[in-house]
């Protein structure tokens, strides 16, 4: 299989001197795979999505994105991703939802008739109808994890990389989300997400667990959940 994203025992030193690593076994994602990055709060999920997305670079370690490095040559893998951040307010452009949409698509490229082809498809598919005019610092938390998603779907991305992408995401707004992706997961586009709660774990085929410095864990969902580190994620369900 073709491998999207590869990433071997990377280290971080933040300004401030914090060292973040995800090292033990490579994080692999494939064509056509969804993959989960699980650990607790501050485990380095969003540290090592940050290098996946060429925002950070290795104090030490090696990441390769469709074969690249992508904190040095971004430029020429961007157009094949789309990222759902963290934090969704520093991704958001606006000044509409439309617009905002519209944003990447313009920006690369892509012909009106295919922009507005995309804007009304990821606008029905993530039930954000009726919000296609409204100034994004108005919309709820919900509805800006949703228009995040629209702009990455809307890019038909070789990969999606969410961090925590479904959080504040109504049931119904999720399972518009997920039918989406499974749509295009299933022509191709790899999907790698960073996931705290066990809830999100069911749309995933393979699990990573990042813990204490060390991807401890790599294998399928059904794998995980049936492993004693899931304990060490949901302690709650040990009773
Ligand atoms: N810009 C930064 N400067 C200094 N330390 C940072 C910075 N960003 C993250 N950290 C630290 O790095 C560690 C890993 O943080 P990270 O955000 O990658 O964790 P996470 O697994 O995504 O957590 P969460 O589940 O809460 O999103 C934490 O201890 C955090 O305090
Ligand atoms: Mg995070």
Redesign the pocket.
Known sequence: MEKIVEIKCIKHR???N?E?SACGLDLVVEKGERVALV??????????FSHIIGLLKPTEGEVSVFGVDPYHDFESIGKKMGVVM?SVEDQLIGPTVLDDIRFSLLNYGFSEKEIADRTKEVISGLNLKGLENKVIHYLSGGEKKKLALAGALALHPDLLVL??AFNQIDPRGLSAATKMIEYQSERGMAVVM?V?NREDLEHFDKVYF?QSGKIVFGGTREEFLSSDLKNEFCQHERQ
Do not use: C, H, M, R
Request: aromatic residues 4%; negative net charge; proline residues 5%.
């Open positions: 933040y300004p401030d914090t973040v650990g607790l709060n501050g485990s380095g999920k969003t540290t090592v963290q961090d925590e960073a705290s990042l």
